[in-house]
């Protein structure tokens, strides 16, 4: 069977929380005045007290609300599909298996959080989120949900994308959002920068300040961050949930799962309900980021903050240091100087495997992916097509049969300038 789907009535009913479940205690966020662990109360300003208490819970599972369930089903399940003609066109004897999370409306994973995020901010009056947005991708996805719940939606997007991509903005707008080029002047932080600076592009720091802001000084009004975070990574679940039910449908068992990282939500979704068992039965984990932004093969595992000002609690994570500034990649998905905790310590036990790969590489995965199976991966998804095809050679030169699942985590079809550069050698091997 190519294609394996599931009934509405199988999207799960619970999340999978990890915490309880790492080798060891997840160190606590520290606030980045006291150095001291950060209480609940002190994020009450900026997120509603059920996600503040999902990121801090030691419950294994966690009920998916009714009206959240109701939601996903719009695009949920997703289809586990197998790369039947990538296998042939790599003559390998590995079986290749992707989780499709390109059919929600926004095109990726984010929605998954997106929606359970909005759901829980309506539940306790919240009238309006703020967030920030490179690319667009997660401004879009919020977009989508808080349209869904009833609530309004402000998006601090950097002034360089606004202005250079505007099919995500139009997507936003399309939805209700109200996007706002950053720096601007709806926030003290954003004047100031304006004053200083009246030409700058803009960036994801001053974006994420704009939007704290903006939360913190409206009782009505919080704040909304799309991975890194615990409660993020538990949302996405659903993904890897899906994905062991329809393995067993066909009675398969994953040998390596790979997932691209930026934050790490996308990959925990997809992998972190498989850690337990690849512990027991010597499964691989691979989490894929870029060359040019390596920060869990090249990172510090320290304390840092989670934005590039300096606001945000301190995460100890592995880090390239919260000024680092990536080259600009086209998958801007996965700039990110550091990443979800949770993960980290996986990686720091050996328990996941971190990989990191070439622009050039995975665009040339990308484009066999497009030409064997049809569909056009984002930039960010051709990282972990990269891994599943080295893996799939790797099982070819030994003749073996392998498993491999990747989590397909968006489509690109918002990114044919980065396939038009490629195809015109405009881009560089970072
Ligand atoms: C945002 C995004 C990513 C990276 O974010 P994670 O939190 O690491 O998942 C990867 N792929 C797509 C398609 C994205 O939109």
């Not at 706002?180 to 954003?190: A, I, K």
């Amino acid at each position: 069977m190519k294609k394996i789907l599931l009934e509405d009535d199988e999207i799960p009913k619970e999340w999978y929380n990890i915490l309880p479940d790492l080798p060891e205690p997840l160190p606590p966020p520290l606030h980045p005045a006291t150095n001291e662990p950060v209480k609940p109360e002190d994020l009450e300003p900026i997120f509603p007290k059920e996600l503040i208490k999902q990121e801090m819970s030691d419950e294994r599972f966690i009920r998916i609300p009714d009206e959240v369930r109701e939601i996903y089903a719009i695009w949920r399940p997703t289809p586990l599909i197998r790369a039947e003609r990538l296998e042939k066109a790599l003559k390998t004897p590995a079986r290749i298996y992707f989780k499709y999370e390109g059919v929600s409306p926004p095109g990726s994973h984010k929605p998954n959080t997106a929606v359970a995020q909005a759901y829980y901010n309506m539940k306790e009056g919240v009238e309006r989120l703020t967030t920030e947005t490179g690319a667009g991708q997660w401004g879009s996805a919020l977009c989508f949900a808080t349209k869904l719940f009833d609530l309004k939606c402000t998006v601090f997007m950097v002034r360089i994308s606004y202005e250079q991509k505007p099919y995500r903005r139009v997507m936003m707008e399309t939805w209700g959002g109200e996007v706002v080029p950053s720096p601007s002047d709806r926030t003290e932080f954003g004047r100031k920068i304006l004053k200083e600076h009246p030409d700058t592009p803009g960036s994801l720091g001053i974006a994420i300040s704009e939007a704290i802001e903006s939360a913190a000084s409206d009782d009505k009004t919080k704040y909304s961050l799309g991975s890194v975070l615990n409660h993020v990574l538990l949302h996405q679940t659903v993904i890897g949930l899906e994905t062991k039910k329809q393995l067993e449908k066909v009675d398969e068992k994953a040998d390596i799962l790979i997932g691209c990282v930026g934050g790490g939500s996308n990959f925990a979704g997809l992998c972190f309900p498989f850690v337990k068992d690849s512990e027991k039965d010597g499964s691989k984990i691979i989490a894929v980021e870029p060359t040019a932004c390596p920060t869990l093969t090249k990172g510090d595992y320290r304390y840092d903050f989670g934005d590039t000002a300096g606001l945000t609690p301190l995460l100890k994570m592995y880090t390239l240091g919260h000024d680092f500034t990536p080259p600009p990649i086209h998958a801007g998905g996965l700039r990110y100087h550091g990443d979800a905790p949770a993960l980290c310590m996986l990686v720091k036990h050996g328990i996941i495997e971190a990989r990191a790969v070439d622009q050039v590489s995975t665009f040339n995965a990308g484009l066999l992916f497009a030409k064997t199976e049809g569909i056009i991966p984002a930039p960010e998804t051709t990282h972990a097509i990269r891994v599943a095809i080295d893996e799939a050679l790797k099982a070819k030169e030994a003749n073996e049969e392998r498993v491999i699942v990747f989590n397909f985590s968006g489509h690109g079809l918002l990114d044919l300038q980065a396939y038009d550069d490629f195809m015109n050698g405009k881009l560089k091997g970072t």
